[in-house]
């Protein structure tokens, strides 16, 4: 039986990190992988989607060529094209970070499915291995709701969507959160025909009622439908693709289209570890539990990424194994020290930084809310990207900021520049006296705290 200092379930986004600084100390690291290396962000998730992003955005600024003063001609969209483009810059992450573990003298890079056969003892088929530390980086997959008639239809979960070579023709999706609403606006940029069905009574139910519906009325504008508060019923095969039973309002009807999209969350792949034969602990929606520092209840096994269920993002990923490294090598760095942020992709985008308006409210302190349209900040005028706003939420008491909602153009990269200033705990006073560069969208964001006003329930 083989041993390993540090051993690596899946190859997800905090696998490359843990790498980087576990290889130079010449440890012996071993790296197990049953599926395509680069886990969901690099094969389905973050390069290919937003890859996909772009050009859809592209498509359709193209087609405003009148609004900005020119005439294009006639689009044609090449599907074959975006595809080949898609392909091209998610292979090149795959394979970079395949051809480094491959060539690195002290790692190995096991292909199989990897789980607990002990505490601290691993199988991979008949092969069994022991490490000192173990760092468990499975992800998550596709939640399948249950529909009848679901198990009947050649349904599609994104990795399927992306590698289908033909362009939907009528698409739905079930499943109104971050992932359903991409994937919505780029297929219907790039000519689908899209209808969108959510379950709860709002698109992206964690977020506020005023971002919600401001994305919505954008996704309806360019054609999709959207219907919300309808439960998928039944779903079948029939002569012209898929026929979907929704129930709403205590009424049913039906939905025809040529692909389904399931897009209605993830669950973790912890079950497929045999934790049985440890003592690590999951809870009841099947993730994995850590302390602080992603620690398990068994010494010297980690647990990194989407299956620990404290951030379902790479950007999170990326953290926990910062987290890990930083602990294994005497630092202090904790999960409870980050603030929760992320972004929505679509176009416009939402980035998020911290507590909703509702979350904020919640808490009982006095909040302050201060909100300006992006129709009224210059920079968006004159790109012509006038949808979305932005808002703002801070404690009336300690004057540091509680969260941002930035909704609108650059919205996915200005909000970066909050969570630094939460993290660093900048009074609103004293960010509302940086000179920031004209002309720009981000150079507005102190300005807004002028309006600041008292936040009520009712708002």
Known sequence: MKHYDHLILGTGQATGTLLGKLIPTGSSIAVIEEAKVGGSCVNFGCTPTKTLVASAKALFQAKRGDFYGFDTGEIKVDYDKIRARMNSVRSASNTSLTNWMENTPNVDLIRGRGSFAGPKTIQVGSEQMTAQNIYINVGTRPRIPNIAGIDEVPWMDSAKLL?????????????????GAEYAQVYRRFGSEVTLIQGADQLMPREDKDVADAIQAFLEEEGIEVICDAKAQSVQNTDKGIELTILRDGQESTIEGTDLLIATGRIPNSDS?????????????????????????????????????????????????????????????????????????????????????KEALATGRKILKATRPMSRISRAKEMGETKGFAKLLVDAETDLILGASILGVGGDEIINMFAAIMHSEIECRNYRRVVLVHPTVSELMPWILDGIKEARAED
């Open 163 to 179: 590698d289908r070579t033909e362009l939907p023709k009528r698409l739905i999706i079930i499943g109104g959160g971050y992932i």
């Open 273 to 357: 570890l045999n934790l049985e034969a440890t003592d690590i602990i999951t809870n009841k929606r099947g993730y994995i539990e850590v302390d602080d520092y992603c620690r398990t209840a068994v010494e010297g096994v980690f647990a990194l990424g989407d299956v620990n269920g404290l951030g379902a993002f790479t950007h999170t990923s990326v953290n926990d194994a910062e987290i890990v490294l930083d602990f294994l090598f005497g630092g202090s760095r904790s999960i409870s020290q980050r603030n929760m942020v992320y972004a929505l992709f679509t176009d416009p985008p939402l980035g998020r930084v911290g507590m909703s308006e």
